[in-house]
């Protein structure tokens, strides 16, 4: 009888893993890495300063895991004092959401500024050296036909990087836009 109840057992036990199968195969194990892991560098509270052709600026930014810790979300407000280059001061927002496209092998990250550009960047590789990554976008809307723009995450060290933004108009070459220096906040 005992013999025969750990047979019964045994037998619920499969035919409940053969009806959940599909369910199981369809989730990747969660001890395996996810390549959105080597983003989580950046994930906590972030200071720094900039500089560029809007003027000079300071800035907050917090990256955080989002959607079932599938998504890097960027929090970013950067307050320019009345300068020069920009006699008004502004304070200038946007937000952006770091993926990872299985299909393409490669980082996607969209960006949402409030003056209403919207950029599609993808990743052009996992980066020229394990220290920086580089995207381009594959769209940018409300701005003229033609514009390009590449932003680079350069990582200096565990609580310290540099964001370059390049731009470049129809027909032209890349010039630096701005360049910001983070670090990271206690």
Known sequence: M????????MLLL?????????AL?????????VPLDRMRYFLGKW????????GNWNVEREYRLILGD?????????????????????VHEDRGIFSWDRARRR????????????????ADSLGATADSLVFTPEAI????????ARETYRMLGPDEFVERFEMA??????????????????
């Open 70 to 90: 599938r998504f890097i979300e960027a929090r970013n407000q950067s307050t320019y004092a009345a300068q020069e280059k920009n006699p008004k001061g502004e």
């Open 141 to 148: 809307e409300n701005i003229p036909p033609g514009f390009r």
């Open 169 to 186: 108009e129809p027909g032209g070459a890349f010039a630096l836009y701005s360049e910001t220096r983070f670090k990271r906040k206690p």
């Open 47 to 54: 200071a720094g300063e900039g500089h560029g052709q809007p």
């Open 25 to 33: 195969a369809a989730e990747p194990p969660t001890a395996k890495p």
């Open 107 to 122: 980082f996607v990250l969209r960006q949402f500024h409030v003056e209403g550009f919207v950029n599609h960047y993808v």
């Open 14 to 22: 499969g035919l409940a893993l053969m009806a959940n199968g599909p």
């Open 2 to 9: 005992v013999r025969q109840r750990g047979f019964h057992a």
